[in-house]
């Protein structure tokens, strides 16, 4: 065989094994709105489950879910910001910084059901939160820190050093040029970094196992100490605890909780793309 | 603000001269704060290890290390030997690795060196959207719809190691894609060019040349892909038929339903009282879980800081 032989084949090789990855995901969402859809009605976004779960709706699911990812917001976006503000602009190349990039790889590794054990141990037992909204969203805001510090960092990273030089040149104190300099230009990846990493934290399962998540609960949570349903453990419960689950509810469940997480993926490349258009530089 | 971050910020506090009062005491406090932010991270993982020693030592304390390398699982006859979950961990991830490893790789190179622009523009967001589907959505896809198809082939039930890194392959694979890509991508233009040059075919170029120089950065991909499987949990909980047993060698050996640590954890904590031995094992797994993937990500983490310093996470900025 030629060399061009030997090339040609092997980009057509490459081109079908490219295939084997990407068709599946094409089909996988297809298969999931094809029989969702025909579950999809307003009564079933705005009902509670009734008739032992088989009938009904998932309301209290889909409100707990996006109480959730909003209590997640706010523990973890303050502290992984400022980690992230640190790291760009105050770290310094030595052995502490070091640490903390290790300590960040390894908060990002970490299994999803390790941080499930965390939270039940600290916030769930330690610190007598019980089974609750806030138990949860700690767990989940710690879970998720690592992908906003790194996304973070980066937008703040590709702010251009000279807006810096510029700045502190004329007199600005080395807060007011991030503030007022770096900050707002860093603005739309952070902005990113942090729809993607609470779409993926919308759509966890296992650390709100044993955090927040409760069985069957028709009525809405009260207070952050409460308890609450979520989408996906709402799906594990439907897809395997609940005995004749019509299967039409199972998959609206799925494509519900698939349409949440797709939208904040969607909205992140937009709020990246027109950004990025729109930059100056 | 308390007295005390004002205290932690004021020596880190070197152009406050030229600011009035007020605004440099406002400076002084954010940048405090931002400061002990900045240690945070090691605070929290060190605060991980440390709750999950307080309820799981109990493990490595009170049960002997021959009961614990022992092959039954029974905790209600108060028998916790480990070797099945080891296993079916083992076996899922390596079945996952084999599979995501060659899919993976190669696709990297496709989209890095070998599609043209437009396929990329519409692959890379795709693979994207991959790495957001949540896990429980592909585990319960692969409860209602996969399993069958696996059982269809042949095996006695469809739940099997097999279905588990199946889906485990194509859950890492996003991680190992893009952090291929950017190991491919960090192999400098003069190397294709020099390579293309002297005759080299593309082929040539892409075998001899750009692989071999991103060799360290497709080893961390493949390193933070097996960190990935071996930690997921709700995919493969639904799908591997959670039978704490260790299948016998043989040709078959995939197609048998095996149980992992991380499901063993999902679901048995939900039954077990607090302060029982059973529920300090499932913590001690969870301690076990914390190492193996801890020493993946650090050992990885090190290999990144030898190839020249480049970084792992946030391939999609």
């Known amino acids: 065989m030629s060399r061009q032989q030997t090339h040609r084949l092997a980009v057509a090789v490459f081109t079908v094994v490219a295939a084997i990855v990407v068709v599946p995901i094409i089909v996988v969402i297809l298969y999931v709105v094809w029989l969702g859809l025909p579950a999809m009605s ?15 709706g998932i309301m209290p699911a889909l409100v707990g879910t996006i109480v959730l990812t909003i209590g997640t917001a706010l523990v973890c976006m303050p502290l992984a910001i400022a980690t992230a503000i640190y790291l760009a602009e105050y ?8 640490l903390i990039r290790l300590a960040i790889v390894n908060l990002a590794g970490i299994p999803s059901i390790v941080y499930g054990l965390f939270g039940l141990g600290a916030f769930v037992l330690f610190m007598g939160l019980g089974t609750s909204i806030a138990a949860g969203s700690l767990t989940l805001g710690i879970m998720t820190m690592p992908v906003i510090i790194s996304t973070a960092e980066e937008a703040i990273l590709s702010v251009p050093q ?33 729809i993607l990493g609470l779409g993926r934290a919308a759509g966890e399962t296992a650390p709100i196992l044993f955090t ?10 009260k207070s952050i100490f409460d308890q609450t349903m979520a989408l996906p453990y709402h799906l594990y419960v439907i897809a395997t605890q609940v005995p004749g689950m019509p299967l039409r509810q199972q998959y609206g469940t799925a494509l519900v909780l698939l349409l949440i997480v797709m939208t904040m993926t969607l909205v992140a490349s937009l709020v990246r793309s027109i950004m990025r258009r729109r930059r100056e530089w | 603000m308390a007295a005390t971050e004002e205290l932690h910020g004021a020596g880190t506090h070197r152009q406050a001269k030229a600011a009035p009062g007020s605004r440099r005491w406002g400076e002084i406090i954010i940048e405090g704060v931002i400061q002990i932010a900045g240690i945070s991270a090691i605070v929290i993982i060190a605060l991980i290890f440390l709750f999950l020693l307080r309820e799981g030592l ?13 092959t039954q699982w029974y905790p209600i006859e108060d028998k916790f030997g480990l070797a099945p979950l080891l296993y079916g961990s083992l076996l899922v991830t390596v079945g996952a690795v084999v599979i995501a490893l060659p899919l993976g790789l190669i696709t990297a190179i496709y989209l890095g060196e070998l599609a043209p622009p437009w396929q990329r523009e519409v692959l890379k967001p795709i693979i994207e959207v991959l790495a957001g589907i949540p896990s429980i959505v592909l585990g319960f896809l692969g409860w209602v719809a996969l399993a069958p198809l696996v059982q269809a082939l042949g095996a006695p039930t469809g739940l099997t190691a097999f279905t588990g890194s199946l889906i485990l392959a194509y859950m890492s694979l996003p991680t190992i894609i893009s952090i291929a890509e950017d190991a491919l991508y960090a192999v400098p233009k003069e190397y294709r060019d020099g390579a293309l040059a002297i005759g080299a075919t593309q082929w040539q170029t892409i075998w001899r040349v750009v692989l071999p120089a991103a060799r360290s950065g497709l080893l961390i991909a493949v390193m933070l892909g097996i960190g990935r499987a071996i930690g997921e949990t709700m995919a493969v909980m639904l799908v591997t038929g959670n039978a704490a047993n260790i299948p016998p060698f043989g040709p078959g050996i995939f197609f048998q339903p095996v149980r992992t640590m991380t499901a063993t954890i999902a679901a048995e904590m939900g039954e077990v009282a607090q302060g029982t031995l059973h529920y300090n094992v499932l913590f001690g797994i969870g301690i076990v879980l914390f190492v193996i993937t801890f020493a993946i990500n650090s050992l990885a983490n090190r290999l990144v800081g030898l190839s020249g310093g480049r970084r792992t996470r946030g391939g999609q900025l």
């Open chain 1, 212 to 221: 927040v998540a409760a069985f069957y609960l028709p009525q809405l949570p």
């Open chain 1, 91 to 98: 770290a310094q190349d030595n052995r502490l910084t070091r």
């Open chain 1, 42 to 56: 307003w009564a079933f976004l705005t009902q509670p489950p009734s008739n032992g779960m088989t009938e009904g």
């Open chain 1, 162 to 194: 000279q807006f810096r030089t510029v700045s502190l040149s004329l007199g600005a104190t080395r807060w007011q040029t991030i503030r007022h300099q770096v900050l707002p230009h860093a603005l739309p990846g952070m902005l990113t970094g942090m």
């Open chain 2, 58 to 70: 109990p493990m490595f304390l009170d049960i002997p290390l021959r009961q614990l390398f022992s």
